[in-house]
T-cell receptor, first 113, second 114 residues
């Protein structure tokens, strides 16, 4: 089955700097890669996703890149703000097993004011 | 619109006790899920229900049972709790499978088994 590895486990950046979180996946059939943000005491919430027919997707300060050959994808947050502090999870699935979204282990991002 | 509602928010059990975690969604979603979250291990799928009347095992189903009571409600039962089941449990729902529609999560149930 699919295995998703996520790095780093913790990341501390200065406000205004960029943050990058990286994930690798094992199943070459995976073709859907969402990112979820979890704030303290809440459930995760989808912030951006990418499908394997594109290499990059942007939404304001957030972007995701995908390298299918290397089987890795990354989340980029630019101009970080204190409200970006949270735990971020990457995940992977494919159409045939679309109910089995496999998550990475999470990255705790701290943005220092 | 409450989204996904989980009860209770906190629970402490002794080893061997049983309990049911409740989940309800008001978004008319077809699919529902139960995940557990443990430090350093992310979210792991316990069971899911693709549609009303169906349930299937996820990555870590041992020690759990589920019931899709109706389209709105999906419960998780621990028949004989063990310390290894100490975790935060999240219920989620989606309109279709995760490939087509995002998961909407509840705020979790923190369970401690002593």
């Amino acid at each position: 089955g699919e295995n998703v590895e996520q790095h780093p486990s913790t990341l501390s950046v200065q406000e205004g700097d960029s943050a990058v979180i990286k994930c690798t996946y094992s199943d070459s059939a995976s073709n859907y890669f969402p990112w979820y943000k979890q704030e303290l005491g809440k459930g995760p919430q989808l912030i951006i996703d990418i499908r394997s027919n594109v290499g990059e997707k942007k939404d304001q300060r957030i972007a995701v890149t995908l390298n299918k050959t290397a089987k890795h994808f990354s989340l980029h947050i630019t101009e970080t703000q204190p409200e970006d502090s949270a735990v971020y999870f990457c995940a992977a699935s494919n159409r045939d097993s679309s109910y089995k979204l496999i998550f990475g282990s999470g990255t705790r991002l701290l943005v220092r004011p | 619109n409450a989204g996904v509602t989980q009860t209770p928010k906190f629970q402490v059990l002794k080893t061997g006790q049983s309990m049911t975690l409740q989940c309800a969604q008001d978004m008319n979603h077809n699919s529902m899920y139960w995940y557990r979250q443990d430090p350093g291990m992310g979210l792991r799928l316990i069971y899911y229900s693709a549609s009303e009347g169906t349930t299937d095992k996820g990555e870590v189903p041992n020690g759990y049972n589920v019931s899709r009571l109706n389209k709105r409600e999906f419960s998780l039962r621990l028949e004989s709790a063990a310390p290894s089941q100490t975790s935060v449990y999240f219920c989620a729902s989606s309109l279709q499978g995760s490939w087509n529609s995002p998961l909407h999560f509840g705020n979790g149930t923190r369970l401690t088994v002593t």
